[in-house]
C-alpha cells in the first residue's frame, strides 16, 4: 500500500505565497509520476502542475508563472510552490503519484487526502 500525506494548506492573503508538500510512502518501486489537482466548489478537477520521472514539469495555463513543483532529493515528497496567490486559487489541492508497484504488475495511481488553500482578505 501507498500512503500521501499533504501539508501545508491554509488561509493566506491574496499576493501571499504557499508552500505545499507532499510525503509518500509505502512499498513500490518506483514513482513515475507527481502531480498536484484542485478542486473548488462548482468546478471540475483541475490538473495544477505535473512531474515526470525525468524532471520535466508541466502546468496549467492559470498558474504558469506563479507555481513552482518540485521533487525533494530523496525523491518522495513533491512540493508546490505557489506564488502571487489570488482568491481564485481557493480549493482543495490533492497530492497525485503514479507508482510502478514491486513485483510484475501495472503501474498504480494514488490520490492524498487534499489540503485546503484559501486566498482572501
Known amino acids: 500500500q501507498v500512503q500521501l500525506v499533504e501539508s501545508g494548506g491554509r488561509l493566506v492573503p491574496p499576493g501571499d505565497s504557499l508552500r505545499l508538500s507532499c510525503v509518500v510512502s509505502?512499498?513500490?518501486?518506483?514513482?513515475?509520476?507527481m502531480a498536484w489537482y484542485r478542486k473548488s466548489p462548482g468546478n471540475e478537477r483541475e490538473l495544477v502542475a505535473s512531474?515526470?520521472?525525468?524532471?520535466?514539469?508541466g502546468y496549467s495555463d492559470s498558474v504558469k508563472g506563479r507555481f513552482t513543483i518540485s521533487r525533494d532529493n530523496a525523491g518522495n515528497t513533491v512540493n508546490l510552490q505557489m506564488n502571487s496567490l489570488t482568491p481564485e486559487d481557493t480549493a482543495v489541492y490533492y497530492c497525485?503519484?503514479?507508482?510502478?508497484?514491486?513485483?510484475?504488475?501495472?503501474?498504480?495511481?494514488?490520490w492524498g487526502q487534499g489540503t485546503q488553500v484559501t486566498v482572501a482578505s
Open positions: 512531474l515526470t520521472s525525468r524532471g520535466t514539469a
Open positions: 509505502g512499498n513500490f518501486a518506483s514513482i513515475n509520476a
Open positions: 497525485y503519484v503514479n507508482v510502478m508497484p514491486l513485483g510484475p504488475t501495472t503501474t498504480r495511481n494514488y
